[in-house]
């Protein structure tokens, strides 16, 4: 069965301590795997995507690398404006473009 | 700049009444999807449709149904909403080429009274 795994649920950080989020995956065949940011009461809004295994992308304090199995996004001296529900999802060969969903990561960061 | 618009931020129905969800995109896209979004079950598909008048089940088909007959709309329609139906409604919409980002509306909070 075609699955995604985020961990941790919940996350809290000081600003400036960096940390990781992982997204573990067992999927039949990758065609992408997306990162999503979402803010309390509002629609996931695009991050990254990557496609193959080595891959990494940047942008500002946030850093996404991807394995064979997981893909990880770095946060970097977070600051408390980087706070919010981090998804995970990835989009299966076998479709039309049907994304499956980790269940996210919600990260605090306090001042 | 890119939009998927849902017409209603917030709403409350009650229990048996026929609850209409729109969502509009301005990208021309093939791919429209609804997903609901729950506390601790993260987001679920509901129904996509990859083109005008398709539509495929998604994991959590259940007492919803979808329609789309413009590229540019797609809505999701509970037949007779009930308590187990509130949840955020998120639409969203892609390209069909591979590789890909879809795009997400604001969201839809139903409540069911």
């Known amino acids: 069965e075609d699955q995604v795994t985020q961990s941790p649920e919940a996350l809290r950080l000081q600003e400036g301590e960096s940390s990781s989020l992982n997204c573990s995956y067992t999927?039949?065949?990758?065609?992408?795997l997306f990162w999503y940011r979402q803010d309390p009461g509002k629609g996931p809004e695009f991050l990254f995507t990557?496609?193959?295994a080595g891959e990494e992308k940047e942008k500002e304090r946030l850093k996404a690398t991807l394995t064979k199995k997981e893909s990880f996004l770095h946060i970097t001296a977070p600051k408390p404006e980087d706070s919010a529900t981090y998804l995970c999802?990835?989009?299966?060969?076998?479709?039309?473009?049907?994304?499956?969903f980790g269940q996210g990561t919600t990260l605090q960061v306090k001042p | 700049d890119v939009k998927v618009t849902q017409s209603s931020r917030y709403l409350v129905k009650r229990t048996g009444e026929k609850v209409f969800l729109e969502c509009v995109q301005d990208m021309d896209h093939e791919n429209m999807f609804w997903y609901r979004q729950d506390p601790g079950l993260g987001l679920r598909l509901i129904y996509f449709s990859y083109d005008v008048k398709m539509k495929e089940k998604g994991d959590i088909p259940e007492g919803y149904s979808v329609s789309r007959e413009k590229k540019e709309r797609f809505s999701l329609i509970l037949e007779s909403a009930s308590t187990n139906q509130t949840s955020m409604y998120l639409c969203?919409?892609?390209?069909?080429?591979?590789?890909?980002?879809?795009?997400f509306g604001q969201g839809t909070r139903l409540t069911v009274v």
């Open positions: 990557l496609y193959s």
């Open positions: 999927v039949s065949g990758l065609r992408g």
């Open positions: 969203a919409s892609s390209l069909r080429r591979d590789k890909l980002r879809a795009f």
């Open positions: 999802a990835v989009r299966l060969s076998s479709n039309t473009g049907k994304l499956i």
